[in-house]
């Protein structure tokens, strides 16, 4: 019986480990860095969402700070390797910078689109149409080529730096981490898909 009790405590706490241990193996945080700074390149400086008043923004800091110096601890002492799991997303790949360059040059004339609200971001890391009325007739072909190959790229992207960091199963969770930096970085005025509905920043 006392064997039976600690197999089924040893076998939970395996558990619990493992679990601990797959929650944080994608480098969530570093993925975000990562997508800010393809977006910011891809996008420009312009589309970055203005920053609030400084003393906020410590405020936030601090917050966020004390929060995660007490999680990180939490988990040096639970699992030592936890820090070990967050790597830094490698995003200069030649294939990575080849599909980056592509989308920076078409973004210039994606732009009108967003700013007039014929385009908009989808929830799941694309593009698409919002408001076919606001597209010339005779521009309509045209987008809709450029959304396709648009579509096509981040698909791309989102798939080799997955390859690229030795983790493609990770391609999901990089595009999960994309679709949400896409919307959160977008400029005021454009629209947006969240839970199939449209919005505007």
């Given at each position: 019986?006392?064997?039976?009790k600690?197999?089924?405590?040893?076998?939970?706490?395996?558990?619990?480990i493992?679990?601990?241990?797959i929650?944080?193996y994608?480098?969530?945080?570093?993925?975000?860095?990562?997508a800010?700074?393809?977006?910011?390149?891809?996008?420009?400086?312009?589309?970055?969402?203005?920053?609030a008043?400084?003393?906020?923004?410590?405020?936030?800091?601090?917050?966020?700070?004390q929060?995660?110096?007490l999680?990180?601890?939490?988990?040096?002492?639970?699992?030592p390797?936890?820090?070990?799991?967050?790597?830094?997303?490698?995003?200069?790949?030649?294939a990575?910078?080849?599909?980056?360059?592509?989308m920076?040059?078409?973004?210039?004339?994606?732009?009108?689109f967003?700013?007039?609200?014929?385009?908009?971001?989808?929830?799941?890391?694309?593009?698409?149409?919002h408001?076919?009325?606001a597209?010339?007739?005779?521009?309509?072909?045209?987008?809709n080529a450029?959304?396709?190959?648009?579509?096509?790229?981040?698909?791309?992207?989102?798939?080799?730096?997955?390859?690229?960091?030795g983790?493609?199963?990770?391609?999901d969770?990089?595009?999960?981490?994309f679709?949400?930096?896409w919307?959160?970085?977008?400029?005021?005025?454009?629209?947006?898909?969240?839970?199939?509905?449209?919005?505007?920043?």
């Amino acid at each position: 019986m006392r064997l039976l009790k600690w197999l089924t405590g040893t076998v939970s706490g395996l558990m619990l480990i493992s679990c601990v241990t797959i929650n944080i193996y994608f480098p969530a945080a570093a993925a975000e860095k990562a997508a800010d700074r393809i977006i910011e390149d891809v996008w420009g400086p312009e589309t970055q969402p203005q920053q609030a008043p400084e003393s906020e923004q410590q405020d936030k800091q601090t917050f966020i700070m004390q929060h995660q110096n007490l999680a990180v601890s939490f988990l040096e002492w639970f699992i030592p390797s936890a820090n070990a799991a967050e790597a830094n997303i490698n995003i200069n790949s030649p294939a990575i910078n080849a599909l980056q360059s592509q989308m920076k040059t078409r973004h210039d004339n994606l732009k009108p689109f967003y700013d007039n609200g014929a385009i908009g971001l989808t929830d799941d890391g694309f593009i698409t149409v919002h408001n076919a009325k606001a597209i010339p007739l005779k521009e309509r072909n045209g987008l809709n080529a450029m959304i396709a190959e648009e579509n096509k790229d981040r698909k791309a992207l989102y798939a080799e730096i997955a390859r690229a960091n030795g983790h493609p199963e990770w391609q999901d969770d990089i595009q999960q981490t994309f679709a949400k930096r896409w919307i959160s970085n977008a400029a005021k005025g454009w629209w947006y898909q969240q839970a199939g509905s449209w919005k505007q920043k």
